[in-house]
């Protein structure tokens, strides 16, 4: 069974710093994706990094980067310079065939 | 804007009652998802479309059914609704299926559903 454990609940951070989300996975497949979404008070799901697993390379879209150890099944998202635009809930999501299986949520919330 | 379109927003039911939820994309995806939303729950998966004219359980299938009208549409209909549905539920689509360059769903904004 694949399964996706967000362990932290809850987060806060200073505006400006970086904090780091968590998020491990289980899978027996070799060939998967993973994705981190954003869902801001408004409800919209927004992808914010994808990660293919056979990509060695961490993904990084501008303050947002990855650290993917796939030996370990880790696959954390860093925040960095955070903004108050980051409050949001956020959903680790491992994809393997045609089906996404999604963690239970980080809520983030960014203190001025 | 292209994207995926849900409708409605919000609705409240009584027990019993009936009602279709409607999700339509432009963006000429072949896979389309319905999943519900629960507090510490995440998302779970209801149903999905993996292409125009299939359908598949997921999940949390029961009480629910869909349709895959066409390509661009798919509905999900409660046929007699319960509190347990109270959630919000959430369409989306992605334009490939597994092997292919994948760039995950596009969601719709929700639709928050309340039974009473």
């Known amino acids: 069974a694949q399964t996706v454990t967000q362990s932290q609940p809850e987060m806060s951070v200073q505006e400006a710093e970086t904090v780091t989300l968590s998020c491990t996975y289980d899978?027996?497949?070799?060939?998967?994706?993973l994705f981190w979404y954003k869902q801001p008070p408004s409800r919209q799901m927004i992808l914010v990094i994808r990660q293919e697993a056979y990509k060695q390379q961490n993904a990084t879209e501008n303050r947002f980067s990855v650290n993917f150890q796939k030996a370990a099944k880790s696959f954390s998202l860093k925040i960095s310079d955070s903004q108050l635009g980051d409050t949001a809930m956020y959903f680790c999501a491992f994809m393997a065939g045609n089906q996404f299986y999604f963690g239970t949520g980080t809520s983030l919330t960014v203190i001025p | 804007n292209a994207g995926v379109t849900q409708t409605p927003k919000f609705q409240v039911l009584k027990t019993g009652q009936s009602m279709t939820l409607q999700c339509a994309q432009d963006?000429?995806?072949?896979?389309m998802y319905w999943y519900r939303q629960d507090p510490g729950m995440g998302l779970r998966l209801i149903y999905y479309s993996a292409s125009e004219g299939t359908t598949d359980k997921g999940e949390v299938p029961n009480g629910y059914n869909v349709s895959r009208l066409n390509k661009r549409e798919f509905s999900l209909r409660l046929e007699s609704a319960a509190p347990s549905q109270t959630s919000v539920y959430f369409c989306a689509s992605s334009e490939a299926s597994f092997g292919t360059a994948f760039y995950g769903y596009t969601f719709g904004s929700g639709t928050r559903l309340t039974v009473v």
């Open positions: 899978t027996s497949e070799n060939n998967y994706y």
């Open positions: 963006m000429n995806h072949n896979s």
